[in-house]
T-cell receptor, first 111, second 115 residues
Framework: GQNIDQPTEMTATEGAIVQINCTYQ??????LFWYQQHAGEAPTFLSY????GLEEKGRFSSFLSRSKGYSYLLLKELQMKDSASYLC????????????FGTGTRLLVSP | DAGITQSPRHKVTETGTPVTLRCHQT?????MYWYRQDPGHGLRLIHY???????DKGEVSDGYSVSRSKTEDFLLTLESATSSQTSVYFC??????????????FGPGTRLLVL
């Protein structure tokens, strides 16, 4: 089975830094994705980690520790447009590779 | 943006009626997926396809069927809609079934309300 946990909601201020955590317990782990989803829109790909460590992509960074079943998404220099839900998804390799999604973290950025 | 469209974008139907949702892609990707998204549950896989006429069940497939007669189209049918199937339905595509860091790209979604 699989279990993916993320905080339900977070708030932050424009210009600040926020870290969104994701913990997982899953069989056949084969990578972890972060997606951004604005209200009423489709999820869009942000990052992918399969090895331990930090992947940086502009204002967004994602970290993975496979031994701890833990990842985080770090958003720097927050902007109002970063208000969205952030979905953690684990790629499982159980015959067919599929994504298992967490319930998402709703981030509200205030002025 | 990946060329994925879904139709209809919004639908209201009555309990017991059949409903078909369409996903169309212009990327020639091999893999296509149907998810539903509900508060408190995140995205859950309903069915997926790994080629024309090749489909399989996901974790919440009861009450749903799919068909893929062409690479570009993946249809999701609710055989007899129930209120529990009120949801937002997303189609997704990927080229190589998530090999390496191949990701899934999502369509705009269909909002379905079953009364």
């Amino acid at each position: 089975g699989q279990n993916i946990d993320q905080p339900t909601e977070m708030t932050a201020t424009e210009g600040a830094i926020v870290q969104i955590n994701c913990t997982y317990q899953t069989s056949g782990f084969n990578g972890l994705f972060w997606y951004q989803q604005h209200a009423g829109e489709a999820p869009t790909f942000l990052s992918y980690n399969v090895l331990d460590g930090l992947e940086e992509k502009g204002r967004f960074s994602s970290f993975l520790s496979r031994s701890k079943g833990y990842s985080y998404l770090l958003l720097k220099e927050l902007q109002m447009k970063d208000s969205a839900s952030y979905l953690c998804a684990v790629k499982e390799n159980t015959g067919f590779q599929k994504l298992v999604f967490g319930t998402g973290t709703r981030l509200l950025v205030s002025p | 943006d990946a060329g994925i469209t879904q139709s209809p974008r919004h639908k209201v139907t009555e309990t017991g009626t059949p409903v078909t949702l369409r996903c169309h892609q212009t990327e020639n990707h091999r893999y296509m997926y149907w998810y539903r998204q509900d508060p408190g549950h995140g995205l859950r896989l309903i069915h997926y396809s790994y080629g024309v006429k090749d489909t399989d069940k996901g974790e919440v497939s009861d009450g749903y069927s799919v068909s893929r007669s062409k690479t570009e189209d993946f249809l999701l049918t609710l055989e007899s809609a129930t209120s529990s199937q009120t949801s937002v339905y997303f189609c997704a595509i990927s080229d190589s079934g998530l090999a390496g860091q191949e990701t899934q790209y999502f369509g705009p979604g269909t909002r379905l309300l079953v009364l």
